[in-house]
């Protein structure tokens, strides 16, 4: 078995940054009970929530890295590095943003940089934060309405 197909960044970079999810995911299940007494989730469960949606696509990613050994590092293969980091960014982008400015704020501007990210021409400006905002009232009602999280 040939551990260049280990240490190359399709493999290493998800692995980088499962290793920070699982430190998340470890604060996140410290900070206290997930469910209230009366049953409804607590805030204390959307941290553990993305953690554990984030350590599944890092493995997913990872995968996905060992099945390509048979090619050569290519300079897409860098943009894609690149793009882990950035996405991985915005992610804790959002973390830090969610105890300053709550969560609406925090996920309007998480999904609004994340559809700019993605979009290799910048445009529609307006569209996108038009969309981000719609995204972030879905999830809001969702999350506050539906499964009665108290956002503090």
Same mark, same amino acid.
């Given at each position: 078995?040939?551990?260049?197909?280990?240490?190359?960044?399709?493999?290493?970079?998800?692995?980088?940054?499962?290793?920070?999810?699982?430190?998340?995911?470890?604060? @996140?299940?410290?900070?206290?009970?997930?469910?209230?007494?009366?049953?409804?989730?607590? &805030?204390?469960?959307?941290?553990?929530?993305?953690?554990?949606?984030?350590?599944?696509?890092?493995?997913?990613?990872?995968?996905?890295?060992? *099945? &390509?050994?048979?090619?050569?590092? *290519?300079?897409?293969? *860098?943009?894609? @590095?690149? *793009?882990?980091?950035?996405?991985?960014?915005?992610? #804790?982008?959002?973390? @830090?943003?969610?105890?300053?400015? @709550?969560?609406?704020?925090?996920?309007?501007?998480?999904?609004?940089? #994340?559809?700019? #990210?993605?979009?290799?021409?910048?445009?529609?400006?307006?569209?996108?934060?038009?969309?981000?905002?719609?995204?972030?009232g879905l999830i809001y009602v969702l999350y506050a309405v539906v499964f009665g999280v108290r956002f503090n």
């Amino acid at each position: 078995m040939d551990i260049q197909r280990f240490l190359h960044k399709r493999v290493m970079i998800p692995f980088v940054c499962m290793i920070f999810l699982l430190g998340y995911l470890g604060v @996140g299940l410290s900070m206290g009970p997930l469910f209230l007494e009366s049953g409804l989730s607590n &805030e204390n469960f959307i941290p553990v929530i993305i953690a554990v949606i984030g350590i599944a696509l890092c493995i997913s990613i990872m995968i996905d890295g060992l *099945k &390509e050994t048979a090619e050569t590092e *290519k300079s897409s293969g *860098k943009a894609v @590095g690149l *793009k882990q980091i950035i996405l991985f960014a915005d992610f #804790f982008l959002f973390i @830090g943003l969610y105890k300053l400015i @709550g969560f609406v704020g925090a996920a309007f501007i998480f999904t609004f940089l #994340f559809m700019l #990210f993605f979009d290799d021409k910048i445009t529609a400006v307006v569209k996108k934060l038009v969309i981000a905002a719609v995204i972030t009232g879905l999830i809001y009602v969702l999350y506050a309405v539906v499964f009665g999280v108290r956002f503090n």
